[in-house]
Structure formats: structure tokens, C-alpha cells
Nanobody
Framework: QLQLVESGGGSVQAGGSLRLSCAASGFSHSSYCMGWFRQAPGKEREGVAI???????AYADSVKGRFTISQDNAKNTLYLQLNSLKPEDTAMYYCAAETPRSWVCTFPSLSLKGYWGQGTQVTVSS
């Protein structure tokens, strides 16, 4: 059973930084698609960043140049570095994983087929 545990959320002022972590266990396949989503109160969940087992990544336009997704395969951990944070980045951030992955790692496929963590809250004040 695939399990994901997020950590690293918190409260920061605008312009600050955070690093989110997602510890994964139970992978049985070498191919995967992993990523981060977020959901603010009253809004739909949106994809933030994704990465696959080849290291190919993609980002939402709203976070390009500010957020960086990375992975440490030795530690089975996914990271999301959040820089230049804005109040509109305030949301619950969720880690998701699909393994084996679909032919292409995309936000929709991961959203539909992925396993989910419990989330970690990020709050950015102005």
C-alpha cells in the first residue's frame, strides 16, 4: 500500500520561503509520477508541480520561477521548494503519487489516479 506523509508547512510573510517534504513508502514499481497540488478555502484543487521517474517536471504558470520540485530517491522523498511566497499561495498542499505512471505524467492523470497524503498547510501573510 502506497503511503505519503507531507511535512514542512507553516506560516510565513510574503516574500519568504518554505520547503515541503513528502515521504513515500510502499512503491512497487520503478515508474511513477509524483507531484504537489494545493487547495485554498472555497477554491478548486489545482496542480502545482509534477515530476516523473525520468526527472521530467512541469509547473503551474502561477508558480513558475518561484517553486521547484525535486526528489531524493535514496530517501524516497519528494520536495517542493517555495520561494518568493505570496498571500495567494496560501492553501493546503497535498502530495500525490501514481505508480506505475500513465504513459505521460500530467496533472489530470495524477489527480485522477494518484494516491494522496493528508496535506500540510501553508499560510502566507502580507
Amino acid at each position: 500500500q502506497l503511503q505519503l506523509v507531507e511535512s514542512g508547512g507553516g506560516s510565513v510573510q510574503a516574500g519568504g520561503s518554505l520547503r515541503l517534504s513528502c515521504a513515500a513508502s510502499g512503491f512497487s514499481h520503478s515508474s511513477y509520477c509524483m507531484g504537489w497540488f494545493r487547495q485554498a478555502p472555497g477554491k478548486e484543487r489545482e496542480g502545482v508541480a509534477i515530476i516523473d521517474d525520468y526527472g521530467r517536471s512541469a509547473y503551474a504558470d502561477s508558480v513558475k520561477g518561484r517553486f521547484t520540485i525535486s526528489q531524493d530517491n535514496a530517501k524516497n522523498t519528494l520536495y517542493l521548494q517555495l520561494n518568493s511566497l505570496k498571500p495567494e499561495d496560501t492553501a493546503m498542499y497535498y502530495c500525490a503519487a501514481e505508480t506505475p505512471r500513465s504513459w505521460v505524467c500530467t496533472f489530470p492523470s495524477l489527480s485522477l489516479k494518484g494516491y494522496w497524503g493528508q496535506g500540510t498547510q501553508v499560510t502566507v501573510s502580507s
